[in-house]
């Protein structure tokens, strides 16, 4: 399993020594993409010539004595509805299948200017819509733990990427869970940061109230470097916070000491949580005490309702930002049509799948005349009251932990039929959405097929230093990925 790939420090003093380029790195990289491509499909376009051109000028501006930039040659992945300049953004959807941005998102502009080096667009579930990366219209990625298991979703193929080593780190969204339910599923450490703390503009939209850019990782240290370079205000991008961006590094080492860590009670009591999960959740919990901090029971009363809150919100605001979908100016077209109704209706039915379709219809519904005020309205009221309740608890402690998903990988197809079932693989991280708080899953250990178990850290707004910090400690001290199972699934 090719979990342990270089950190980003590790490499930054191999580059500034001459031990290894920047070419040889993406070479490698690549060679490994090829490699397990056929089997995981995390990736929906390889950018091979792109990125040995990127890792080439960071190769000749060390030859020539340049400052090199933080993430100078570090090879990074980019989830397929984040716009990239001249690289086809399809979103996993036939509806944009052939579409090439001509502008880049904030995010990956950021990331170029620091010196990244783009490996390749990922896979994910269509629009972001989905728990398992399986509605993707281009076909569905496998979980490197065991290909019969899926990565998670809607950001699994950024996830699974990271977890076989096809990159170093990898850009997500998360708009219900979309970046930690498949960092937990694939034993990565996955990070979404506070509403407006990272530009939004250039993500394709599913619900803008919701969505937030975050990256994927190895290790906590090579998540605070990627968070660095992408947080800042954007003028570009209305709801952008104009706040000071910490050096998130500084407080990865600093000690845990009377940290009071609350956990959330109503988390515990899941009819659905998997024992395993239940259990190394709480372990990992005592050793944080171990570590020195204060562990505290939590009640959030309304934690649970954030499902069925998520699910009138997410659709209605999806319905809206898919409007625009309509076979004029971009995206599928049906051409066999007799008039603009029909064209636009075919294009609609033709271009988007039907989980795409699914929501649409719901946000439709709830949205409506007659169902607004009973739906909508009554969804954002319990959304304030969720957020009310996170605001109590943390004025009693730093920091809350939950398990980060229900329960570990599921197979692939598991539930295919079920819908609501595959929503409820998200119950655990979208009440940290629509309370618009900043949250990280990081592995603290295994089930008994050796598939990974995530823990979740969730933290008050702006405070992602803190959470950080708290992850850091639990990381470098439990060393869970030191205790790999081994388990014949694995990708070799």
């Given at each position: 399993?090719a979990?342990?790939?270089m950190?980003?420090?590790?490499?930054?003093?191999?580059?500034?020594l001459?031990?290894?380029?920047?070419?040889?790195?993406?070479?490698?990289?690549?060679?490994?993409?090829?490699?397990?491509?056929?089997t995981?499909?995390?990736y929906?376009?390889v950018?091979?010539?792109?990125?040995?051109?990127?890792a080439?000028?960071?190769?000749?501006a060390?030859?020539?004595?340049?400052?090199?930039?933080p993430?100078?040659?570090?090879?990074?992945?980019?989830?397929?509805?984040?716009?990239?300049k001249?690289?086809?953004?399809?979103?996993?959807s036939?509806m944009?299948?052939?579409?090439?941005?001509?502008?880049?998102?904030t995010?990956?502009?950021?990331?170029?200017e620091?010196?990244?080096?783009?490996?390749g667009?990922t896979?994910?579930?269509?629009f972001?819509?989905?728990?398992?990366?399986?509605?993707?219209?281009?076909?569905?990625?496998?979980?490197?733990?065991?290909?019969?298991k899926v990565?998670?979703?809607?950001?699994?193929?950024?996830?699974?990427?990271?977890?076989?080593?096809?990159?170093?780190?990898?850009?997500?969204s998360?708009?219900?869970?979309?970046?930690?339910?498949?960092?937990?599923?694939?034993?990565?450490?996955?990070?979404?940061?506070?509403?407006g703390?990272?530009?939004?503009?250039?993500?394709?939209?599913?619900?803008?109230?919701?969505?937030?850019?975050g990256?994927?990782?190895t290790?906590?240290?090579?998540s605070?470097e990627?968070?660095?370079?992408?947080?800042?205000?954007d003028?570009?991008?209305s709801?952008?916070?104009k706040?000071?961006?910490?050096?998130y590094?500084?407080?990865?080492s600093?000690?845990?000491v009377g940290?009071?860590?609350?956990?959330?009670k109503?988390?515990?009591?899941?009819?659905?949580?998997?024992?395993?999960?239940?259990a190394s959740?709480?372990?990992?919990?005592e050793?944080l005490?171990?570590?020195?901090a204060?562990?505290?029971?939590?009640?959030?009363?309304r934690?649970?309702d954030?499902?069925a809150?998520?699910?009138?919100?997410?659709?209605?605001?999806?319905?809206?930002?898919?409007?625009?979908?309509?076979?004029?100016?971009?995206?599928?077209?049906?051409?066999?049509s007799?008039?603009?109704?029909?064209m636009?209706?075919m294009?609609?039915?033709?271009?988007?799948?039907?989980?795409?379709?699914?929501?649409?219809?719901?946000?439709?519904?709830a949205?409506?005349?007659?169902?607004?005020?009973?739906?909508?309205?009554?969804?954002?009221?319990?959304?304030?009251?969720i957020?009310?309740d996170?605001?109590?608890?943390f004025?009693?402690?730093?920091?809350?932990?939950?398990?980060?998903?229900?329960?570990?990988?599921f197979?692939?197809?598991?539930?295919?039929?079920?819908?609501?079932?595959?929503?409820?693989a998200d119950?655990?991280?979208?009440?940290?959405?629509?309370?618009?708080?900043?949250?990280?899953?990081?592995?603290c250990?295994?089930?008994?097929n050796?598939?990974?178990?995530?823990?979740?850290?969730?933290?008050?707004?702006l405070?992602?230093?803190?959470?950080?910090?708290?992850?850091?400690?639990?990381?470098?001290?439990?060393?869970?990925?030191?205790?790999?199972p081994d388990?014949?699934?694995?990708?070799?």
């Amino acid at each position: 399993m090719a979990l342990n790939v270089m950190s980003i420090a590790e490499w930054q003093k191999r580059l500034k020594l001459g031990e290894l380029s920047a070419r040889e790195l993406t070479d490698q990289q690549l060679s490994r993409v090829f490699e397990v491509e056929p089997t995981l499909h995390a990736y929906l376009e390889v950018t091979a010539d792109r990125a040995r051109a990127d890792a080439d000028r960071i190769d000749a501006a060390r030859a020539a004595g340049e400052s090199l930039p933080p993430l100078a040659g570090v090879p990074i992945a980019i989830k397929d509805n984040l716009c990239t300049k001249g690289i086809n953004t399809t979103c996993s959807s036939r509806m944009l299948e052939h579409f090439v941005p001509p502008y880049e998102s904030t995010v990956t502009k950021r990331l170029w200017e620091a010196g990244a080096v783009l490996i390749g667009k990922t896979n994910l579930d269509e629009f972001a819509m989905g728990s398992s990366t399986e509605t993707s219209a281009f076909g569905a990625t496998s979980n490197p733990w065991d290909p019969s298991k899926v990565p998670g979703g809607s950001s699994g193929g950024s996830a699974a990427a990271v977890a076989a080593g096809e990159c170093m780190a990898a850009l997500g969204s998360d708009t219900g869970g979309s970046i930690r339910q498949p960092a937990s599923f694939c034993g990565v450490v996955g990070f979404k940061p506070t509403y407006g703390r990272v530009s939004r503009w250039g993500l394709v939209a599913f619900a803008s109230s919701l969505d937030q850019v975050g990256p994927f990782s190895t290790s906590v240290a090579d998540s605070a470097e990627l968070l660095k370079v992408i947080s800042g205000f954007d003028p570009l991008d209305s709801t952008s916070l104009k706040v000071d961006v910490p050096n998130y590094s500084s407080s990865l080492s600093k000690s845990i000491v009377g940290l009071r860590i609350g956990l959330i009670k109503e988390c515990f009591d899941q009819e659905g949580l998997q024992p395993e999960v239940k259990a190394s959740v709480l372990a990992a919990a005592e050793h944080l005490e171990s570590l020195g901090a204060e562990l505290v029971e939590i009640s959030c009363p309304r934690f649970n309702d954030g499902i069925a809150t998520y699910y009138v919100i997410a659709p209605s605001e999806a319905s809206a930002n898919l409007a625009r979908y309509d076979g004029v100016k971009y995206g599928y077209r049906y051409e066999d049509s007799e008039n603009l109704a029909s064209m636009t209706s075919m294009s609609r039915a033709k271009g988007f799948g039907s989980e795409v379709q699914r929501r649409i219809l719901i946000g439709t519904y709830a949205l409506s005349a007659g169902y607004v005020d009973a739906y909508y309205k009554k969804a954002q009221q319990v959304r304030t009251l969720i957020r009310k309740d996170f605001d109590r608890a943390f004025k009693n402690v730093d920091v809350l932990l939950t398990p980060t998903s229900p329960t570990t990988a599921f197979s692939a197809g598991a539930h295919a039929d079920d819908p609501l079932s595959m929503y409820l693989a998200d119950l655990l991280t979208i009440p940290a959405n629509l309370a618009g708080l900043p949250a990280i899953s990081l592995p603290c250990g295994f089930d008994e097929n050796g598939l990974p178990i995530g823990l979740q850290l969730i933290g008050n707004v702006l405070e992602e230093p803190k959470l950080l910090q708290v992850a850091s400690q639990y990381e470098l001290s439990a060393n869970v990925m030191s205790n790999i199972p081994d388990t014949e699934n694995f990708i070799p």
